[in-house]
C-alpha cells in the first residue's frame, strides 16, 4: 500500500449511481449536527451505498467500518490529521481538480502531491499532516474506513459525537 495515498483497481459506481449520489451528497444534511458551520462534515447516507460497497468492493466489512458520503463545504482545508481513522478508502464523487497534499510533520515540506479522479478509488493516509486546496467550492466523495476510537487528530469537530452515535447504533446515518 502506499505511504500517502494509492490508487485502488475497484470498480468504479455506475452512471446513474454516481449522479444520485452527487446530488444527494450536494444537498444532504450531517450525520451529526453542529452547533456552528464545519466546514467538513460525514454525511447521512442511502443505505443502498452500504449494500453497493459489500456487493462490489473486496472489503471485510464488519459493523466497526463506516460507509459513507464526506463533504467539504469550503476551498480550502489545512493541514491537519483526523480523528478517529488512521485511514480511509475515498472514492470522489464532486469536486475534482482539488489538490491533497501530506507532510511528513506540520512543519514540514510537502512530500506528496495528488489530485484525485472522479469516480476512481483511493487507499487515503490520514494519520500523517494533510491539506486540500483548490476546491471548488464543494468536494464530496463516498468514503469507507474502521474506526479506531483512540485515534486522537488534529481537529476534532463532532467526529466524538459520531463516535459515540456509532457505539450506540453503527448504522445510525444511514436513511
Not at 63 to 75: A, L, M, S, Y
Not at 106 to 126: I, L, Q
Request: proline fraction near 6%; charge should be negative.
Amino acid at each position: 500500500m502506499g505511504k500517502y495515498y494509492e490508487k485502488k483497481n475497484w470498480p468504479s459506481f455506475p452512471d446513474d449511481m454516481a449522479a444520485d449520489l452527487i446530488e444527494w451528497s450536494l444537498s444532504s444534511e450531517r450525520a451529526i449536527p453542529a452547533s456552528k458551520k464545519e466546514p467538513f462534515s460525514m454525511l447521512t447516507a442511502p443505505w443502498s451505498l452500504r449494500q453497493w460497497v459489500v456487493e462490489n468492493i473486496p472489503i471485510d466489512l464488519s459493523d466497526e467500518w463506516v460507509v459513507t458520503i464526506q463533504r467539504f463545504d469550503t476551498d480550502y482545508a489545512h493541514f491537519h490529521t483526523d480523528t478517529i481513522r488512521k485511514w480511509s478508502y475515498n472514492c470522489l464523487l464532486h469536486g475534482e481538480g482539488a489538490v491533497t497534499r501530506w507532510k511528513e510533520d506540520m512543519e514540514g515540506d510537502v512530500v506528496e502531491t495528488v489530485k484525485y479522479d472522479a469516480n476512481c478509488w483511493y487507499f487515503h493516509n490520514s494519520a500523517v499532516p494533510h491539506s486540500v486546496s483548490e476546491i471548488p467550492k464543494q468536494r464530496t466523495a463516498v468514503t469507507i474506513y474502521k474506526i479506531e476510537p483512540e485515534v486522537v487528530g488534529t481537529h476534532l469537530a463532532t467526529a466524538f459525537k459520531f463516535l459515540e452515535a456509532h457505539s450506540k447504533d453503527p448504522y445510525f446515518y444511514y436513511v
